[in-house]
Every structure is written in structure tokens, then in C-alpha cells.
T-cell receptor, first 117, second 110 residues
């Protein structure tokens, strides 16, 4: 059983298009994340959601709009795609510790490889 | 602002050798320090998590240490195997986000 799944696995599209990436976790976690891994393989946080509420937005352009319909899903919609959006996007989830605070391991999905032409 | 650095950027060793990967971070106010493994074209696999109050964690041939005061963590791999070849990433957990280093690409030669 896949713990954190993402669809699609690959996405090739033209500049200016709008696209969505879906993420689902079946771990019962409270917190979900989106990370971007650029061509140099550097991973950077984009968004964090806790109990469907946005808690971290790391200066991501407003063309990127995450949506969390429930605690198990965090989808990423991207408007007006640009060449620089080409990257691998990883979804992750974690469970808050009983003492509060995100002190538990983050589990990552397999990634979505986005190529903007 | 938290910054995480990993050295070396790449490492090639013969099978059976013990090795150490280094990670440093600038802000000691972290919840935990996590080590991940990434295989080419794949996602990240969690290896070890060291809570901020802990000094080290062990899993099989892997041992990770944490020194918050000096802003350093090390990942020790004993008796390396070709299957250990991957990119190893450390990440500092700074309140609902992981700040990653750029990784160490490890090649274990048979």
C-alpha cells in the first residue's frame, strides 16, 4: 500500500497552461507539504498545511495555489505555467507529536516531474 | 534564516569501507534533524530522525549524531555496500518545514 501517492508521475505541458498535481496520504497524518526540487537537485519547501489550514507559504508566486479538501489530500494547482516551473514536485506528510510541534518523520511521495515547454 | 550545508558533495569508496557524511546548520533552534536517502529518479526515503533533545540515533549499519551547539550532524555508514549508493540528504526541521542541504552523492564500488 502506497503511503503518499502523487498523480500524475510525469507532466509535460506548454507555457501558459494551467495544470494540477494531486497528492493523497493514507497514513492519517495531520500535516502535508509541497516541496520543489530544481534541476540542481536542491529541495525547497513551498507550502505546509496542518489540519487543512495553510501554515507555511515560502514566498511562492501566487500562480501556485494549494488546496486541501480534507486532511488526506493536498493538491497543487499552477496557473500560467512558466519555463522556470520545470522541476520535480514532491508531496510529503507527517504527524504532529503528542507534545505538539512537527517532530515526526516526513514521508515523501514519489514525485511529479513537470516539464514546461 | 536557516541554512544547511553538506560536505562532501560527492564521495566514492570501495565496498566494505566505513564512511562519514557531514551536515551543518546555521540556526540551532530546530525541532529535529532528519537524514534521507534519494535514489535516482525516485522520492525520498527517511533513514533517521534525531530529536533536538537527543544526541544520536542508530538503525542497522547507520548511526546519526547531532550536536546542536555546534550546528552539526554526521551520518556514519558502517561496512558500506554497493546498494548504499544514492544521494544522502540532511534536513533541519524548523517548525512545519524541512530545510534541506544540497546532498552528498555516494558511490560504493564493488
Amino acid at each position: 500500500d502506497t503511503a503518499v501517492s502523487q498523480t500524475p508521475k510525469y507532466l509535460v505541458t506548454q507555457m501558459g497552461n494551467d495544470k494540477s498535481i494531486k497528492c493523497e496520504q493514507n497514513l492519517g497524518h495531520d500535516t502535508m507539504y509541497w516541496y520543489k526540487q530544481d534541476s540542481k537537485k536542491f529541495l525547497k519547501i513551498m507550502f505546509s498545511y496542518n489540519n487543512k489550514e495553510l501554515i507555511i507559504n515560502e514566498t511562492v508566486p501566487n500562480r501556485f495555489s494549494p488546496k486541501s479538501p480534507d486532511k488526506a489530500h493536498l493538491n497543487l494547482h499552477i496557473n500560467s505555467l512558466e519555463l522556470g516551473d520545470s522541476a520535480v514536485y514532491f508531496c510529503a506528510s507527517s504527524q504532529e507529536s503528542l507534545a505538539g510541534g512537527p517532530e515526526e518523520t516526513q514521508y515523501f511521495g514519489p514525485g511529479t516531474r513537470l516539464l514546461v515547454l | 534564516k536557516q541554512e544547511v550545508t553538506q560536505i562532501p558533495a560527492a564521495l566514492s569508496v570501495p565496498e566494505g569501507e566505513n564512511l562519514v557524511l557531514n551536515c551543518s546548520f546555521t540556526d540551532s533552534a530546530i525541532y529535529n534533524l532528519q537524514w534521507f536517502r534519494q535514489d535516482p529518479g525516485k522520492g525520498l526515503t527517511s533513514l533517521l530522525l534525531i530529536q533536538s533533545s537527543q544526541r544520536e540515533q542508530t538503525s542497522g549499519r547507520l548511526n546519526a549524531s547531532l550536536d546542536k551547539s555546534s550546528g552539526r550532524s554526521t551520518l556514519y555508514i558502517a561496512a558500506s555496500q554497493p546498494g548504499d549508493s544514492a544521494t544522502y540528504l540532511c534536513a533541519a526541521d524548523s517548525s512545519y518545514k524541512l530545510i534541506f542541504g544540497s546532498g552528498t552523492r555516494l558511490l560504493v564500488r564493488p
